[in-house]
Each structure stands twice: as structure tokens, then as C-alpha cells.
């Protein structure tokens, strides 16, 4: 149950002169959902992107179940389990949403190459039927066929969600998944994401939203200035002083 | 696009029957002569090949007539060192065009956008000049190459006894100018519509589309986007060198020219005209434009006057000059203009056009059948 996840060793990562992490350490268990806050330009997105392997960190190493990462391709990151719902939802805007989740089930299964020009689509019943199945739990199952960039930002969201649940992901990375939606939607979000959780899959989310991250997280990260200042349950790290002067004091 | 295929076989069938019988339908339409049908079916290919890499990656090459000129020599070659038979060169075409494809891609590929369209433009530059220059032992230079009367033709040579004058290309036996060449290139473009259909449909082309809606989700579900990406360039670099290698199976000579860049500029706009992305779109458009240059460009003011002369002389005299403005060697002024029209209102092409005119005809019937009358529509 104990096993590591992803491994953040020593990370270090500077644009230009400014140190954007400086030796961040991060350890994320199996099964768990772990939170990262912290305010405005702590770094928090950047950790993120070097974790795909959109940014190559300067110093330091991400090991993901003790391989490493650091260095890879996006699509190898991507091939070894590794999933990201981005801030602004990134989706297939001129196609319906079962193409939207069905496109992912293909990079997956012929994303190294495999020539399947010879194969139609109307004869991917099975991963036809897994797309209709993960828009029924993200609950988008009526829209099936609409057009994907019609949808309003919160479905968006959850249709990207619904992109990364069927790649079957060891490691899925949330930025902000609720920002910009209503009370209504992020309960609505919560709840899914709780059904995901109860499925043990290993979570990474990064949170403004302090009522998301106490219903979701079982482990907390603090970040602010591009340095973790604190973890912990969140029971710990709301009580933690430097957390309230850096993020709750600081910020507000 | 919608998932879904049931119309497609009925699509498919009626593409061909409608190749098939353009001699019918073109004649009353003055198109009906085999050189021009030949024209329509060759860069209908070129033009479907094209959109398998512009339409479905939204990757803009401005180089595919270096295979096109490829294809031609190519063809030319087979002919003069093995065979008059069209269908080694055929092959010899495709496949050094492909060969061609394979490198000019694998460099290309690396940028995309605005600089894949210039790097395509100057490979392909780059081939025009070589054939004019450096390469000419192969090209035959400005001359052009052409078939002699001393060429070695090894495997005609075999069977049948050289003749005197030059021979002509044949299928077999059937000579390949004409009615028949007209046919064994519509043949070749139904099946070249075909492929291009299945590409459309099978996962491979989702996910070339994927890559043009939002290449950066491609890249983060997984997908090595190159060698696809690679792939695509590839096969729509082949379908240019059989349209390149049927141009010289009709016509057995190959010329630089074929490789300059206002031809790779024509292979975008037919892409265009006829609708970007769309399975019909680009053999509409090649055959417009096509049409436009052979009959448009070949009225002169005597033959508009014999059109307008229903009107009084006098007005004959204001309009004949006005309307050979655009046809003559004015046909390019109308061909700007439509092109023009179509950009700014038809962003989808002629395809689109058509498409919205069906909508609103249907809506219109199904108004007219609920009582409400044409003029309540708003957008009328």
C-alpha cells in the first residue's frame, strides 16, 4: 500500500533568473489523493509540467514507480500511466464528445505507431462501448454527439476528465479542476472525484479551493516561493503557522 | 464529421458513377474531350492526395509538386529503359515519389506551421532547380524529358521486334490516350477515393485529426504524433507521384516546369475552393479549376460576340469587351475572384456551400409544410 508513486527529488527549476522550484522533495503513495496548495506563483503548475515532461527540470529527478522521468518524451510520460487534466480544459473542440473520448483509447493503444488505416471506426465496438461508459460517469452520456467546443467550461472540464479516466491512468494530475465552476458543479466534481478515489487510483491535485482540498485530499503539500514549506494531513497543515502566515495570511 | 458510416458505401458509389460517366455529363458543358477528362481525373488524385495531409493535420505543404514532377519522371524512365506498359510506371512512379516524400517529410516535419510550409517550399524549389541545372543527365533540363527512337526499352525489346517511329503507351495493348486513358486514370481515382475514404474513417485519421484540433492533447494522452505525422506526409506524397506518373502515361514527356511552385500553389487552392477536410471538396475543386483553364481560356471576344448576339450591337460592343475582361487570358481574374468569394463566405468551401444550401432548402419545405410561410424565416 506504502509503495511511491511518483518521487520528487531535489527539484530544481529557474526561467531566467528566477528560481521557480528550488529543491522541491515530494512523495506521493499509492492510492492517495495528494493535495498541493499554495498562493498565487508558488511554483505549483510548473511542478506539474515537469512532471510530464513539459518542462525539463535544471537539477533534481521525478521517478514514477522508481523509473525514471526526468528526460522522457511527453508521449512516453503519457504511455507509462501518467495523466494531466490541464487548467484550460485541452479537448478536441470540433468533435463530439464520444470522438473526444475515444481518441485517447487510440493514442494509447496505437500511440507508439501502429498503421490501422485499414480499420474502420464503426468496427471499435469495444472501445465505442468503454467511451460510452466513461461519458456515463462523468455525465455527459445525453450530449454523446454534440460538438465538444458547444460545451459550457464546467463540462469541458469533466470531459477532459473523462479523456484521462479512459487512458486507465497509474497517476492522474489535476490543475485547479475547479476553478471558474459554481458551488453546484464543484460538489458535482468532488463527488466524481470521489468515486475515482474509491476506485484507487493515485491522485495529484493542485487546489485553490481549501473546501475541495479538506474533502478530497488525504495528504497535503504546501508550496509558496517555489519551496515545499509544509506537509501533511490536512488536519496537520491547517494547523501548521508557517502555512497560515505564507498561504492563509500571506495571500489575503 | 459525425461517427457513423452508413451512407458511405451509397457515397462511394456515387462518386463513381459520376467519374465514370463525366463524358455524358460534360459534353453539354463543352468539356467532353479526352485530354481535358484526363486532366479532371489526374488532378483529382493529385488534389485528394493533397487533402489526406492538408485536410485531416492542417499541415500546409507548399511542395507537392516536387512529387508530382518526381512521378512524371519517373514514369518517363520505366518507359524508356523497360517498358511502354503503363503500369511499372505506375509503380516507379509512386514509389520514388514516396522515396522523395519519405526525406523531404522527415525534414519538414521537425517545424510545423507557417515554417513546415516553407521548408516544403524550398525542398521542392530546391528539386525544381536541380532538375534544371545539375541534374539534366536525368531530367533532360529545359528540353524536357521525352521518349527517342533509340531508347532501350529492354522488355518491349524482348517480345517484339522495335518498330519504326515512336511506340505509345499502352495497358497491355490498349493504347493510353483517348477515351481509354481517360477511363484507366478514373479508375485509379475511384480507388484513390476510396483509400482516402477508409483513411477518413479508421482510427489512423481520427487521429490525424486529433493532431490538427489539438496536437498538444495527442501529444499528453500518448501519441508519438512524428512517425504518424510522417505517414500521412507520405501517402499524400505517392498519391501526387501517380497523379505525376499518369500525367506522363497520357502524355509520355516530363518537364521541370511541373515542379515549379505556382503548381504546388494550384494543388492548395483546389483544396480550398472545394472544401478543406471534406471527401468531395478537392475533386470539385480541381475540377473547377481545371475547367476554368481549358474552356474559360478559350473564349475570345469573337466567340463572346456570338453569344451575346441576341442584343442590340450597340450594347454588344459595351459588353463583349467587359466580359473578355474575364475569360480569355482573363480566366485567372475569375478564378480570383471566386476563390475570393469562397474564402471570405464559404470558409468550408464549395462542400459547405452546398451543405447550407440543402439546410435551408429542407427547412424551407418543412416551413412551408407546417403553414408557415417563407417570409417569417428570419435570415431571409
Known amino acids: 500500500m506504502n509503495d511511491l508513486v511518483l518521487h520528487l527529488d531535489n527539484i530544481q527549476k529557474n526561467f531566467g533568473g528566477l528560481s521557480a522550484l528550488s529543491d522541491v522533495n515530494l512523495q506521493v503513495e499509492e492510492g492517495t489523493t495528494h493535495a498541493i496548495i499554495g498562493p498565487n506563483g508558488a511554483g505549483k503548475s510548473t511542478l506539474l509540467n ?75 465496438g469495444d472501445i465505442r462501448d468503454e467511451a460510452e461508459h466513461i461519458l456515463e460517469d462523468v455525465g455527459l452520456q445525453e450530449q454523446m454527439m454534440t460538438e465538444a467546443g458547444s460545451l459550457s467550461r464546467g463540462d469541458k472540464r469533466r470531459l477532459e476528465l473523462g479523456m484521462c479516466l479512459i487512458l486507465k491512468p497509474r497517476l492522474l494530475l489535476l490543475d485547479e479542476p475547479t476553478a471558474g465552476m459554481s458551488r453546484h458543479d464543484t460538489n458535482s466534481t468532488i463527488d466524481l472525484l470521489k468515486k475515482i478515489k474509491s476506485r484507487g487510483m493515485t491522485k495529484v491535485i493542485i487546489e485553490h479551493d481549501m473546501h475541495v482540498v479538506f474533502s478530497l485530499a488525504d495528504k497535503v503539500s504546501v508550496l509558496a516561493r517555489g519551496q515545499i514549506i509544509a506537509g501533511g494531513t490536512p488536519e496537520e497543515v491547517r494547523e501548521d503557522p508557517k502555512v497560515k502566515e505564507a498561504y492563509l495570511g500571506g495571500a489575503h | 464529421m459525425k461517427i457513423g458510416t452508413m451512407n458511405d ?90 522515396a522523395l516524400a519519405l526525406i523531404i517529410g522527415f525534414l519538414s516535419l521537425r517545424r510545423s506551421g507557417i515554417y513546415f510550409s516553407i521548408l516544403t517550399l524550398a525542398f521542392a524549389q530546391m528539386s525544381y532547380n536541380l532538375a534544371y541545372s545539375v541534374l539534366t543527365p536525368i531530367t533532360n533540363g529545359e528540353t524536357g524529358l521525352q521518349l527517342a527512337q533509340s531508347d532501350p526499352r529492354v522488355i518491349d525489346n524482348m517480345f517484339v521486334e522495335a518498330s519504326a517511329g515512336l511506340p505509345s503507351t499502352n495497358l497491355f495493348g490498349l493504347t ?41 492533447r495527442m501529444m499528453y494522452t500518448g501519441l508519438n504524433t512524428r512517425p504518424y505525422m510522417l505517414t500521412a506526409f507520405v501517402i499524400s506524397g505517392m498519391y501526387a507521384g501517380l497523379a505525376g506518373s499518369l500525367l506522363a502515361i497520357t502524355d509520355p514527356l516530363a518537364g521541370a516546369e511541373r515542379m515549379q511552385w505556382t503548381a504546388s500553389g494550384e494543388v492548395v487552392l483546389m483544396t480550398i475552393l472545394g472544401g478543406v477536410g471534406t471527401l468531395v471538396g478537392p475533386m470539385i475543386g480541381a475540377g473547377l479549376i481545371k475547367y476554368f483553364e481549358n474552356i474559360f481560356s478559350a473564349f475570345n471576344d469573337t466567340v463572346l460576340a456570338e453569344m451575346f448576339s441576341y442584343l442590340p450591337d450597340a450594347l454588344v460592343e459595351l459588353v463583349v469587351p467587359v466580359v473578355g475582361l474575364f475569360v480569355g487570358s482573363g480566366w485567372h481574374l475569375t478564378l480570383g475572384l471566386l476563390f475570393v468569394v469562397v474564402v471570405i463566405f464559404l470558409p468550408g468551401g464549395i462542400v459547405e456551400g452546398v451543405d447550407k444550401l440543402v439546410k435551408f432548402i429542407r427547412n424551407r419545405e418543412k416551413n412551408v409544410g407546417g403553414k408557415v410561410t417563407p417570409q417569417d424565416q428570419p435570415g431571409e
Not at chain 1, 74 to 91: L, N
Not at chain 2, 30 to 50: R, S
Not at chain 2, 194 to 206: K, Y
Open chain 1, 50 to 124: 515537469v512532471c510530464i515532461g513539459r518542462l525539463k527540470p535544471d537539477a533534481g529527478h521525478v521517478t514514477f514507480y522508481g523509473e525514471e522521468l526526468t528526460g522522457r518524451k511527453p508521449h512516453e510520460i503519457a504511455q507509462m500511466g501518467v495523466a494531466r487534466v490541464f487548467q484550460t480544459p485541452e479537448i478536441f473542440p470540433e468533435m463530439s464528445l464520444l470522438e473526444n473520448v475515444m481518441l485517447p483509447a487510440f493514442s494509447k493503444r496505437d500511440g507508439a505507431f501502429s498503421m490501422n488505416a485499414h480499420k474502420l471506426l464503426s468496427r471499435q
Open chain 2, 9 to 98: 458505401l451509397t457515397r462511394f458509389l456515387i462518386f463513381a458513377v459520376v467519374i465514370l460517366a463525366m463524358p455524358v455529363w460534360l459534353d453539354p458543358l463543352g468539356g467532353n474531350y479526352p485530354d481535358l477528362l484526363q486532366k479532371f481525373a489526374i488532378y483529382g488524385i493529385f488534389a485528394i492526395g493533397f487533402n489526406i495531409l492538408f485536410g485531416l493535420t492542417g499541415y500546409l505543404s507548399f511542395g507537392h509538386a516536387a512529387f508530382l514532377g518526381v512521378g512524371s519522371y519517373a514514369a518517363v524512365w520505366s518507359f524508356k529503359l523497360f517498358t511502354m506498359n503503363a503500369i511499372p510506371a505506375l509503380m516507379f512512379g509512386v514509389l520514388f515519389a514516396g
Open chain 2, 176 to 216: 493510353m490516350s483517348g477515351y481509354p486513358g481517360f477511363y484507366f486514370c478514373a479508375a485509379l481515382l475511384i480507388l484513390g477515393f476510396f483509400i482516402s475514404m477508409r483513411i477518413f474513417r479508421s482510427p489512423f485519421g481520427l487521429m490525424l485529426k486529433g493532431i490538427k484540433s489539438n496536437q498538444n
